[in-house]
């Protein structure tokens, strides 16, 4: 939740499906199916045991998470700065080429997603590591290389990318103003 709310949402989801309980839940009340996700069972297999109070707390915070994917306060920053720059004297970030970072990759193809959206017709690329990266126009999502990407950039295709950690070692962007 503190990265983003789609990626608590995730999260909470992912969580709520440990149990047989849970994923009732989440097909009767959220029309969702649970894929199975190795990586993150791994992590946390020592917690799967959950009581019902802590179902319910799950499926309370999947219900809230789930009503506010708009309204998430960190993506409207990040909207309004690069629309608007930091204050009055500053100059609209888009414009001038931006980088944002994410830890998490749900986060970082959310706000990707959502800036394509909201700023129709401009390219939004999206660096992240093994083959997840591409780009979106307009809502739509084009799978590329990271090569691509760079070269995206480089020729100024590409003036706002959303990168996680992967975009942290051994990428120049000297095309892309601010961080």
């Known amino acids: ?43 946390i297999s020592e917690v799967k045991n959950l009581t019902d109070a802590e179902t319910e707390c799950l499926r309370e915070l999947v219900k809230m998470l789930s009503l506010n994917h708009d309204n998430d306060p960190k993506y409207i920053k990040v909207l309004d700065i690069l629309n608007n720059g930091i204050d009055e004297s500053d100059l609209p970030w888009k ?13 970082a193809y959310f706000v990707a997603e959502k800036l394509s959206k909201d700023l129709l ?3 939004i690329g999206l660096y992240a590591g093994g083959d997840k ?3 979106f126009l307009n809502g ?6 990271k090569d691509s990407i ?30």
């Open 1 to 43: 939740i503190g990265s983003t709310i789609i990626a608590g949402d995730n999260t909470a989801k992912k969580m709520l499906a440990w149990t047989e309980a849970g994923k009732e839940i989440l097909h009767d009340e959220f029309n969702v199916v649970f894929e199975e996700d190795d990586d993150f069972e791994e992590n």
């Open 121 to 123: 017709g401009n390219v």
């Open 140 to 145: 739509a999502y084009l799978k590329a290389s």
């Open 150 to 179: 760079k070269t995206k950039v480089k020729n100024h295709e590409i003036k706002i990318l959303v990168g996680t950690d992967a975009a942290s070692e051994g990428l120049n962007l000297q095309t892309l103003n601010t961080l």
């Open 95 to 107: 414009n001038s080429g931006c980088i944002i970072f994410s830890q998490y990759y749900d986060s």
């Open 133 to 135: 990266s591409g780009y």
